[in-house]
């Protein structure tokens, strides 16, 4: 049986470096059940909380009221994450001081603060291919933040937080970090633009978002995303016919760039 992919919403913060284009990200800890380890934009599943009358209160410059639980899990997300308080002027909160799900919310009304949402641009709709057992249908925004602002893990989900130069992240060879692969992709998509004012005019200008599903074909114990634009796609199912979802998922890149998964096959299975 398929498995119903879960709404979540991720943050891209971005800033101008000197080396180009900066994105703030966090390395989940290597205990974690799911990406152990990997190196992700802060984010989450979409709960009730985030479609509370409190979170919409808690909200200052919301586009439309039809993101209010992708854009409201973003935000809160990021600050239960990496600490980040997204306002007018976004500043830290310490991890001890930090609240979860819709206390983050009803402490930001009590406190007479608010989440600036009014910069967020939202472009790109990632779904988790259907063989995985663990699925999301998760939403990208992404917003420029001052160089002045740093972030602090959590230490219970992520072990660090890092503002990482996209164009450096997005090269095949660059050291040793585990990125899934909705978010190499994102990267590399970043890194063909040279400021942040040019990625948030081509953002603002997307009218529509179609949604990017990609398809596994499997190898042997090898299994390659392929994309709806990539030669092959529309040859191959929407699922493999193993009789079951694949067990263990391990995003990786090969030699080459491309992005890879290791999979441990389903029991009984050659």
């Known amino acids: 049986m398929t498995a119903e992919p879960r709404h979540s ?14 994105v703030l990200m966090a390395q989940r800890t290597h205990t974690a059940r799911f990406m152990p ?3 992700v934009f802060p984010g989450g599943v979409v709960d ?9 209160d ?8 039809a993101e209010l639980g ?8 990021t600050l239960e994450e990496t600490g980040v308080w997204l306002a007018t ?15 983050v919310f009803e ?24 063989d995985l057992p663990m699925r999301f249908d998760a939403r990208f925004y992404l917003v420029e933040v001052a160089h002045e602002v740093q972030g602090a893990p959590d ?11 996209v164009g450096a992240a997005a090269q095949p060879d660059s050291a040793t970090m585990s990125l899934p692969f909705p978010t190499l992709k994102t990267l590399q998509r970043f890194s063909s633009f040279e400021t942040t004012a040019e990625l948030l005019s081509w953002a603002a200008r997307l009218d529509h978002v179609p949604p990017t599903q990609p398809r596994v074909r499997l190898d042997g114990d090898v299994a390659e995303l392929v994309l709806p634009w990539d030669p092959g796609y529309e040859d191959l199912p929407d699922r493999l016919d193993t009789g079951e979802p694949l067990v263990r998922v391990t995003a990786v890149r090969g030699v080459d760039g491309s992005p890879v998964m290791e999979i441990q096959p389903p029991a009984g299975s050659s």
Do not use: K
């Not at 002027?89 to 206390?103: L, N, Q, W, Y």
């Not at 402490?107 to 988790?128: E, K």
């Open 9 to 22: 919403a991720s943050l891209c913060l971005l800033r101008n470096g000197a080396r180009g284009i900066e």
């Open 155 to 165: 230490t219970l989900e992520m072990a660090s937080v890092d503002w990482i130069p």
């Open 89 to 103: 002027a976004p500043f830290t909160i310490p991890p001890e001081e930090r609240r979860h799900g819709v206390a």
């Open 107 to 130: 402490q930001a009304i009590a406190d007479d603060r608010r989440f600036d949402v009014s910069g967020l641009r939202y472009f790109a709709n990632w779904i988790t291919p259907a």
């Open 58 to 65: 808690a909200l200052a410059g919301l586009r439309d009221e």
């Open 70 to 77: 992708w854009v409201a899990a973003a935000v809160r997300e």
């Open 37 to 39: 380890g990997a190196w």
């Open 48 to 56: 009730e909380a985030d479609w509370s009358q409190s979170a919409r």
